[in-house]
């Protein structure tokens, strides 16, 4: 008889989180169960190098046998709807069933840092100034070539397409099928205006689109587990070193945010983790651990860590204002879409 097999997709395997959220499957899914790990990137060359990455932790670390850990991937940009179109395509072609879905991919409209706004903000609220910065300046308006809001296409509408396309033919094969979403600690309701749901107006649409997330999560999980058995959890990994944040800073502003962080742990923040390894923690719980009669799907499961850097969960309630709103809007945007590309991703091989 065949091991019992666990697939799991991590989008933006490449990043920290993303990475990170790999070793601990590789880590924590029994060595007599077969996983596979779909990779997710919008280049070759990083998915390749995400693969060696994986196979090397788990050569030195994890020792799953032969056998019992293989890979593949999606080449995915969310901020093109035909590449997610093409994902699905090959996700329904090629897999019998998804067990687990991480959706940790993002981007930012990221502009420049505002020095003086920093140096206030650190001055006055160190803790928030190292959580929820107001001096990170967004550019304001980016769309995709699709024509969406570019931050709202990547983290919110392109995951939610990609949930609704697979959810009544992968997951539901899956005994235990779960969806994680990856949110932020700074979804605040300030950052969204539901007459700009694809944050083309706002100066914040980084954190917009988390707030979006919070009310798609809480919008969608009970359908999804009441018709499909799917669980749906909703997290978020506190603060950590991003991959991302190289392209902003240089050598100097790198140390200093990281004196920032340890300083914010130092002074009682639980929410800077600082290592992908811990940022890891709530979503590999609610994905492995969780259990839906005890562990509530309507709140926010957050990666904490105490001030010696040692991993604890942190749970939070979350403000439900605006989900039907929310979900309305992304249904009908969903049937838009669904109508364009209709005829997108076609069998070329076949008779005419
Ligand atoms: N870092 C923090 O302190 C922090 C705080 C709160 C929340 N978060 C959340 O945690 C998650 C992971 O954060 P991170 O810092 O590890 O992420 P990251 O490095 O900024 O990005 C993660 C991955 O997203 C992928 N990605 C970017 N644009 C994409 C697109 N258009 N389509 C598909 N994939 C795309 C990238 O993969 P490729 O380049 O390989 O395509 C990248 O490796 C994100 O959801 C982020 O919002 C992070």
């Known amino acids: ?82 590449s997610v179109a093409t994902a699905i395509y090959k996700l329904k072609k090629d897999y019998p069933k998804l067990d687990y879905l991480f959706l940790n991919a993002s981007q930012n409209a990221h502009d420049h840092f505002d020095y003086f706004a920093a140096t206030k903000q650190m001055l006055s609220d160190p803790i928030g ?3 929820c910065p107001e001096y990170k300046m967004e550019k304001v308006g980016v769309k995709t070539k699709d024509g969406m809001g570019f931050v709202f296409q990547v983290n919110v509408f392109g995951p939610f397409y990609f949930i609704e396309s697979l959810k009544k033919c992968l997951f539901v094969k899956s005994e235990d099928p779960r969806i994680i979403w990856v949110g932020s600690v700074m979804s605040k309701t300030k950052y969204l205006s539901f007459d700009d749901m694809q944050l083309l107006r706002t100066e914040v649409p980084y954190g917009g689109s988390k707030r979006l997330v919070d009310l798609v999560h809480l919008a969608t999980y009970k359908e999804l587990y009441d018709e499909y058995g799917i ?18 800073l240089n050598i100097f502003s790198y140390y200093i945010m990281m004196m920032m962080f340890y300083m914010a742990r130092f002074l009682g923040s639980p929410w800077h983790n600082l290592t992908g390894w811990n ?4 979503p590999i719980f609610v994905a492995l651990k969780a259990d839906i009669k005890s562990d509530r799907q309507d709140l926010k499961y957050g990666s904490a860590s105490t001030a010696r850097g040692h991993e604890y969960l942190k749970i939070d309630e979350i403000d439900p204002t605006g989900k039907d709103d929310v979900l309305k809007y992304l249904k009908q945007l969903k049937e838009e879409w669904d109508e364009k590309l209709k005829d997108q991703v076609t069998d070329t091989r076949r008779a005419y």
């Open 1 to 82: 008889m065949s091991a019992p097999r666990k697939i799991a997709i991590i989008t933006g395997t490449s990043g920290n989180l993303g990475i990170n959220i790999a070793y601990r499957l590789c880590d924590e899914i029994p060595s007599d169960h077969r996983l596979t790990i779909i990779v997710t990137s919008r280049t070759l060359v990083k998915a390749n190098e995400t693969i060696k990455s994986i196979e090397k932790y788990n050569d030195e670390h994890s020792h799953r046998k032969t056998g019992f850990l293989d890979f593949d991937y999606l080449l995915l940009d969310f901020g093109d709807m035909i």
């Open 129 to 131: 100034a190292s959580t």
């Open 231 to 248: 669980k749906q959890y909703l997290t978020h990994p506190g603060v950590f070193v991003s991959f991302s944040f190289f392209k902003f």
């Open 279 to 282: 940022a890891a923690n709530a």
